[in-house]
């Protein structure tokens, strides 16, 4: 199956700022990545790295005056549902791989220290493994209200505890707070989401933000956020929380006017 992925952001800005763009399908993930396309007015030079996350990442310094930064990518996806197996078990720490002990402690917004006394009383009693994990994403599903423009750059997975209201950067962080508290490594990842297999969704395309957890020998995806396996996830970043996979990070305050995004089944093929 292919999904044409993509996104534009309109800028006003008074001077030059340094920014890095994270927008194009990472390049270990679940889909194959068949043709993109950059497009910026005026023209804005720029190079790509990765992160020490293995994100791929754009830089470049965005002009004064009213920019545009166009992406647009045909991304090949299985078509088949999040993986998923309820017999995945939880790994006592000492038994955890080196390189996901990082995913067990807390972070800038995912607080699971602050809440550590919460996550164990709600889901401590609960059998370790995939049915903890599920359990933990069915009660941030069912007791966070989703509404756009209810929290900001600054909110902790400990306000939206509090305040029970977010958007699903907001879903995803409660969950790997949680996760970590109880010792299952989390990782905060995000992406494009198309509305494959279920209805359109009213308000219009945006990035998704999801999260990761280790169970058995593997990573697993779980959507507190839409609570469901989905079809055509196209992944961008990987990282502890949303600092360190910001879809754009700007050394200075341009104006964002307007963002697009959209995540839609194709048709299109290579050579088409």
Known sequence: MHVKVGCEFRYEATWSTPAVMQVQPRPDGDHRLLKETWQTTPHIDRHS???????????????????????????????????????????????LPDEVLVYTLPSRFCLSDVLSDVAWQQFGSLQPGWSRVQAICDWVHDNIRFQYGTSN???????????????????????????????IPARYVFGYLPDIGVPVAEEPMDFAAWMEVYLGDRWWTF????????????????GRDALDIAMVTTYGMPRLVNMTVWADEATETVGA
Not at 230 to 235: A, E, F, M, Y
């Open 223 to 238: 959507d507190p956020r839409n609570n469901a396996r989905r079809i055509g996830r196209v992944l961008i970043g990987r």
């Open 49 to 95: 790295y990765q992160d020490l996350y293995g994100n791929a990442c754009q830089r470049m310094v965005i002009p004064a005056g009213e920019p545009i930064i166009y992406y647009d990518a045909l991304v090949e996806v299985s078509g088949e549902l999040d993986a998923a197996n309820p017999d995945a078990h939880q790994l006592s720490v000492d038994a």
């Open 153 to 183: 750059a600054l909110t902790t997975s400990a306000d939206v505890y509090q305040q029970r209201i977010g958007v699903c950067r907001d879903f995803a962080h409660l969950a790997v707070t949680f996760c970590r508290a109880l010792n």
